[in-house]
């Protein structure tokens, strides 16, 4: 089957630790993306990559960090200087930018 | 930076009803996406929309890029408790990446 994984589906951390978030995709895509949703919100964009070892900040990147060494991968590292991260992370993937983007089933991390 | 805005927030309806939802960008964009999420999923692609004025229409479902293609709108028919979800498009201006909407949360009561 082709598709996004996330893992975990649920994640709670004590404040101050740093934690990190899976995203994988067999569906061969270059791009990735990273979302963060809060409770009857929309999708504000972490981060995103269009290409292996490449990826630019979105509208909300402060206190979170990611990495792209495969073009399967796209792990996003909650920090502990992101002031309120508990929210519901979405992972996504696209041929290219231009493309409609495919959506993983979410993380809901919670910080207490 | 670039906006695309979505209205209304939230629509209650009674089952059979229509319902429908509007975005609007500050800027002209290539294309428009319209994505669906279930209440405790993800959001799903529904359709791209590329061309100016072009309507397309996913069963009870129509879609519409305006002549500007600074608008759209998805228009439900008689909505079904299956409708229940949250709506959101997605506009990309030439040369720049995605933007989601705020999204409409659609409720149907049976």
């Known amino acids: 089957d082709g598709g996004i994984t996330q893992s975990p589906k649920y994640l709670f951390r004590k404040e101050g630790q740093n934690v990190t978030l899976s995203c994988e995709q067999n569906?061969?895509?270059?791009?990735m993306y990273w979302y963060r949703q809060d409770p009857g919100q929309g999708l504000r964009l972490i981060y995103y990559s269009q290409i292996v070892n490449d990826f630019q900040k979105g509208d909300i990147a402060e206190g979170y960090s990611v990495s792209r060494e495969k073009k399967e991968s796209f792990p996003l590292t909650v920090t502990s200087a992101q002031k309120n991260p508990t929210a519901f992370y979405l992972c996504a993937s696209s041929i290219d930018r231009t493309y409609e983007q495919y959506f993983g089933p979410g993380t809901r991390l919670t910080v207490t | 930076g670039q906006q695309v805005m979505q209205i209304p927030q939230y629509q209650h309806v009674q089952e059979g009803e229509d319902f429908t939802t509007y975005c609007n960008s500050s800027?002209?964009?290539?294309?428009i996406q319209w994505y669906k999420q279930r209440p405790g999923g993800h959001p799903v692609f529904l359709i791209q929309?590329?061309?100016?004025?072009e309507v397309k229409k996913q069963k009870r479902l129509t879609f519409q890029f305006g002549e500007a293609k600074k608008n759209s709108s998805l228009h439900i028919t008689a909505t079904q408790t299956t409708d229940v979800g949250t709506y959101f498009c997605a506009g990309k201006p030439s040369g720049s990446r995605l933007t989601f909407g705020e999204g409409t949360q659609l409720t149907v009561n049976p």
């Open positions: 800027t002209t964009l290539s294309n």
């Open positions: 929309l590329v061309k100016s004025g």
């Open positions: 569906l061969n895509h270059d791009a």
